[in-house]
């Protein structure tokens, strides 16, 4: 590290990684990245974690893609069998001029043999939110209908219908640094520490001036350490869990009378149906003790403003919607939304995965959650677009996307910045699917497991290398910027896709990112207020009022975006897992990230400090069950369940249940999702990652 006159370059702009959004300096020297330093942005304040300070490198890892690749015509059958050092085995290097014309043509071909619905595209919650917009524009105007989707399927899409459904927006109530003004808090279904460790910060905090924390989760996460209530629940049993907790609230009377009259709706049914779940009815579900259940729901109630936090955890099941249904009732009941230290806060993953739904990177929703079944909407937009009108129908999800290349419906798609031969839950399946495709056009920095299926590979820009705006978990809308350029002939992303939708014969004319940003705001509420100009020095928090309007960082003070203003109760039932452990498959997965890598792996097992701390595959288990295995730490297991078997190193985690295992999902050698089980959620359409039956077995030595 040195002073500011041993780099050639410093440049402001936003981690890669996760929700919270730090923002960063980037030291550049010699055309490359050196040093990466957090800078006073409001999620951070000057701080990072091990991913922003160290896994910037991966940028110039000699595996990026630098030039454009067509599959070969004498390549090996498509499978996961292309080396990233050595791709002349499947492909051949061509001009962007080549490229270009045989993704496009091949993509409007197959749309003139078969119409629009034979192609289909997955953009990327880690492209900035001009890409995304853009993205959607292209499946939606190019191809008339809204299979298009992203990763937001596959993290909080249930909390996000729950939220739609319920307080009539989609984005957190309150960011979370508004924990300083609580008094209490509750983080159900996350693992801040590793997963959000720059808000674990601030929540940490909290605790350390008195707050009140409370932990809800199957797994014993680190956060357990700094809370007055840990409460380690059975896998899947979240709404008999809160459903009790709510149910003493109305016992006790601690409910806010006046809150629930001035602004919701359904009370009355809410309350009727609370009373079957007392904690003692309860408990032989959620394995909690009643008198815990009791002193929690005293301590949230009690309290003059609470924020709850929710992770994966509630999320990925296929009760997911009526999980997050639950902590929206809750919220609700005790007054705990529109105020100083009170709200509803999923903690978003990716870094741009709220700005990309609210850019309409998804299949129900143009921009701004406004309804693709909307006449008037959908007119809105087309004129603007200079577009003819597309379909009606809310399209296609991500798993469903899936479903339909692998029966044959689907024979084309296009897929920016995202990995769902890795993601993708059964992906052994989701493998096979994309194997069939006709011409699958990839767009990425690397060789991802997803590209070694392409048709096409488009060579694209890694965030440090780009220009154009991201939002974070916080709806804070920031400025990123190039410190270097992409690699050899790689490009921007967004300028790859005007150039991919101009052959397929759209009239798109842009010059600059800022004229995107400059269309979205013409039909985005969300945006009002927020300029290009102002981004070049704030970060702003939407919605902003006016022009001086740093932003709001608590929404709803004074009623909801729904009917007559009112939020509304929606009662949830308990349902059991899609699968239950029997004697062949006795145990419980659970799947998850790790502090030093990011999701897949793509990038951070290409930083050498990152992958140095933690290089091999691995998961966790109780070290009385490796006991009774007979495997020693360190020692391989082999998990297996109805959809595949992986072998992988094992660990002893005290904070793990005996009858639970958790898998990493950022290892190709050992991969997660081989396992895990596709049965979704009916609502938010979201796999279910957070349980799966297994069987675990030692592997014998040779
Ligand atoms: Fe990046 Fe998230 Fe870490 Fe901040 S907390 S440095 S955004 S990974």
Known sequence: VGDSKDFDSETESVCPFCGVGCKVSLKVKDGKVKYVEGINGPANEGRLCVKGRFGFDYIHHPHRLTKPLIRRADAPAKGLNVDPGNLST??????????????????TGLRDAHGGRAVAGFGSAKCTNEEAYLFQKFIRQGFKHNNVDHCTRLCHASSVSALIENVGSGAVTATFNEIENADVAIIIGANPIENHPVAATYFKQFTKRGGKLIVMDPRGVGMRRFADEMLQFRPGADVSMLNAIMHVIVEEELYDSAYIEKFTENWEAEKAHLADFS????SGICGIDPEQIRRVARIYAGAEAGLIFWGMGVSQHIHGTDNSRCLISLALMTGNVG?????LHPLRGQNNVQGASDAGLIPMFLPDYQSVMDDGIRKAFTDVWDSDDFSNEKGLTVTEIVDEVYAGNIKGMYIQGENPAMSDPDVEHARDAFAKLEMMVVQDIFLTETANYADVI??????????????NTNRQVQRVRPAVPPPGEAREDWAVTVELAQRCGLPWVYSDVSEVFAEMKLNMKSLNNI???????ETITYPSLHETDP?????FGDGFPRPDGRARFTPASVIAPDEAPDTEYPMIMTTGRQLEHWHTGSMTRRSKVLDAVEPEANCSLHPKTLRALGVEPGGMIRLTTRRGSIEIMARADRAIAEDMVFVPFAYVEAAANVLTNPAIDPYGKIPEFKFSAVRVEAVEEM
């Open 551 to 555: 932003g709001q960082a608590i929404v």
């Open 339 to 343: 105020k100083p230290g009170a709200g």
């Open 458 to 471: 488009l060579p694209a820009s890694a965030l440090y290398e780009k220009n154009g705006t991201v939002s």
């Open 531 to 537: 300029t290009w100009d102002r981004l070049k020095t």
């Open 279 to 282: 904690p003692e009815a309860m």
């Open 90 to 107: 499947h492909f051949r290097e061509a001009t962007w001029d080549e490229a270009l014309d045989v993704a496009a043509n091949g993509l």
